[in-house]
């Protein structure tokens, strides 16, 4: 039966972290997997967390199945996290609790392939490694916009526009909420009321993938194309993680939100997507959504939360902000400033392959072929080394 099955091409990073772990120089760098790390490099539980689950574990007294979408309480904070507490259990809203980012992207591209499938969903390039994989396994047509300019180092935007100018209406079209992955580079908020007109006048439906909200500027404010979109379209989907703004990672939470036009589209949206868990994963695991409900809906720990994303989102500039400036020491002439100009774990830094591997094989600094950094793997005593060894490979 399975003798036709070839074997899958291992996955970059999964082979660029074991690389990682085989190398025995002391002086390694992990700028690859997609993970926040602290100072010391390391990628602990957050303080909120850990409160919310003593308190998670004193108190729950049964884990019998949740329904198909998930945890209702948390579905309703995450929504208002999200959309804002002003659209919190809005009326056109569904959300639905998923196992990570991912599965709300499996469930959302379920749920298009059952409302039209015809329709093409247009990419950002370059985008998320899995997007095209995930979103196109599951059946969705793909196309893309170009997004990113290696030379000026900044987003296409007039490309990016004239494309989006000529798609179909009905089309949809994937944004990337913020900390666009991989490039870091965000829309300005004019930018996106630009997009947001444009999605409007062409009757486009934008989908929102929302990983790192917290990550640029703030909780609030991350959220601001999401709340600015929902104002203006009738319909749209939201897939949003809480891997790294809770630092969730192996918890697997994250959430599906889908707005339709009115409440009886809202009904037919939830009835549907949750018949697509039901036949995919039945249900989502409960352990991630019952400790961020816990975290916020109670206060104090809100405050904690908050205070700890925000410190994350410090050390990630600050660390950004190291780099560049060491680096203008290292290797004057070359400008990395764009380092400074992305937002969230990821930058671009402009180096090519053979850069790469040479960075690799000879300094022992770890990073995706298309030289994606992550800048949470630079700390304080790092910085110096990496930077002169991005230099003496330019
Ligand atoms: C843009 C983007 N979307 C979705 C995800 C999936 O996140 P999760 O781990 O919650 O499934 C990631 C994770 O790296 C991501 O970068």
Known sequence: ????????????????????QNDSRPQKIDLGVGVYRNEKGETPILTSVKRAEKMLLAEQESKTYLGSGGDPVFND?????????????????????TPGGSAALCVAAGLIMRARKDT?????????????????????????????????????????????????????????????NPTGMDLSRDQW??????????????????????????????????RLLFRKVPEMIVAASCSKNFALYRDRIGSLSIVGTDRAARDILRSQAHNIVRTMYSMPPDHGAAV??????????????????NAMRGRLKAMRSKLVDALKTTAPGHDFSHVTRANGLFSFLGVNEA??????????????????????????????????SVAAVL
Request: glycine share 6%; aromatic share 10%.
């Open 1 to 20: 039966m399975f003798e036709n099955l070839k074997a899958q091409p291992a996955d970059a990073i999964l082979r660029l972290i074991s690389e990682y």
């Open 292 to 309: 961020v409900r816990r975290i916020l809906a109670n206060k104090d720990l809100n405050a904690e939360w908050i205070a700890e994303v």
């Open 193 to 226: 009321q630009q997009v947001a007109a444009l999605i409007t006048d062409r009757k486009l439906v934008p989908f929102v993938d929302m990983a790192y909200q917290g990550f640029a500027e703030g909780l609030e404010e991350d959220a601001w194309p999401v």
């Open 77 to 97: 904070l995450i929504q208002g996290l999200i959309f804002g507490a002003d659209n919190a259990q809005h009326e056109r809203i569904v959300t639905l609790h």
């Open 120 to 180: 093409t969903l247009w990419v950002p390039d370059p985008t998320w490694a899995n997007h095209v994989p995930l979103l196109g396994g599951a059946g969705v047509s793909l196309k893309t916009y170009s997004y990113y300019d290696p030379h000026s180092k900044s987003v296409r935007f007039n490309e990016l526009l004239e494309t989006l100018s000529s798609v179909p209406a009905g089309d949809m079209v994937l944004l990337h909420g913020c900390c666009h």
């Open 355 to 388: 850069q790469v591997d040479k960075l690799k094989s000879e300094y022992g600094v770890y990073m995706v072929g298309s030289s994606r950094i992550n800048v949470a793997g630079i700390t304080s005593k790092n910085v110096g080394y990496l930077a002169e």
